[in-house]
């Protein structure tokens, strides 16, 4: 197989956004703003069409072909699984059916305009999001749901306290993993699902129809 990875390094949904200094600390955030889907998925979009279109030279050698989108900056981009789906095959938009006496039924999702791969770029087997996060983290958010009862509401302080000793104990390293998402092109090389199948890897697969993508489930599960 072939993956292609692709970083980001623009202000994303902070992009044009203007700021302001709001305590004697100089502390900088953002005035009230909002974005809409195409502008916030805007740079998703990009990534995945300059990937297709670098994968796409591999096309005709049977091979998977696949776009792997990472954050290792941290750029706020809404890297999140419904926006990824999004960019791949339209605006996540809500339909209705028009009944005869004037009241809108059967209320569904689904994908609206400016999806990339939805007519264009089907030689792509899968998009995927890589993940990273650090055991201290995990560690972290453990002792905090142990913890935040015992300490009640106004033991704050002691709370943080108590942290700063324990985390000395924090495990170290980190981890990473994918989610993944098989895109619905019929004539695409599908990316084998014995590849990127680790405990904490996630996979979204075409339904029945190849009209939606939805999890697949984990072996043994009901």
């Known amino acids: 197989m072939v993956a292609e990875v692709k970083s980001f390094a623009t202000d994303g ?6 700021f302001s200094d709001t305590s004697t600390e100089g502390i900088r955030v953002s005035q009230p703003m909002s974005r809409d889907s195409k502008g916030a998925l805007a740079p998703i979009r990009k990534k995945i069409k300059e990937a297709a279109g670098q994968l796409k030279e591999f096309g005709e050698r049977g091979w998977p072909l696949m776009i792997v989108l990472a954050n290792p900056l941290n750029k706020p981009i809404p890297l999140n699984e419904p926006n990824v789906i999004s960019a791949m095959y339209g605006d996540l938009t809500v339909q209705g059916t028009l009944g005869p006496d004037g009241e809108i039924a059967e209320w569904v999702w689904a994908a609206g305009r400016n999806g ?22 995990d560690w972290a958010d453990g002792w905090f749901d142990e913890n935040r009862k015992r300490f009640g509401a106004d033991g704050t302080a002691a709370m943080l306290k108590a942290f700063q000793t324990d985390a000395r104990h924090a495990p170290q390293g980190s981890y990473v993993w994918l989610t993944i998402f098989e895109t619905l092109s019929e004539t695409a ?17 075409p339904d029945d129809d190849r009209t939606a993508l939805v999890p697949l489930a ?4 009901s």
């Open 189 to 205: 090389v599908p990316l084998p699902r014995d590849i990127f199948n680790g405990p904490r890897d996630i996979r979204y697969v």
């Open 116 to 137: 990339r791969l939805r007519n264009d770029h089907q030689h792509v087997s899968a998009v995927a999001i890589l993940h990273h996060r650090h055991h201290a983290q």
């Open 218 to 221: 984990a072996p043994n599960s």
């Open 13 to 18: 949904l902070l992009k044009n956004a203007a």
